[in-house]
């Protein structure tokens, strides 16, 4: 399903959705099929989105395409402790 049906089927909405197709523009991911699993309340989405498996996401259907911004070059460095050394 397009990323427009879904939205047209849950307006203004948090969905879970499994990824089946996409394609990359640069350091996008750009999704182009999905098939929705269920719609998510407003109060567990940010629960839900960091237990979803992996090829689904939890998005929001206000968001007119659906894209993921790819990190390639983290900035962020994870310093050893004391211990570790």
Do not use: C
């Amino acid at each position: 399903m397009k990323w427009q049906e879904v939205r047209e089927l849950f307006p203004d909405q948090f969905v879970l959705v499994s990824i089946l197709n996409y394609h990359e523009e640069g350091n996008k991911k750009i999704i182009d099929e999905v098939a929705p699993i269920r719609s998510i309340s407003e109060q567990d989405a940010n629960k839900e989105f960091f237990q979803v498996e992996p090829g689904s996401l939890v998005y929001h259907t206000s968001n007119q395409d659906f894209v993921i911004h790819l990190r390639r070059d983290p900035l962020i460095r994870v310093r050893r402790s004391k211990d570790e050394n």
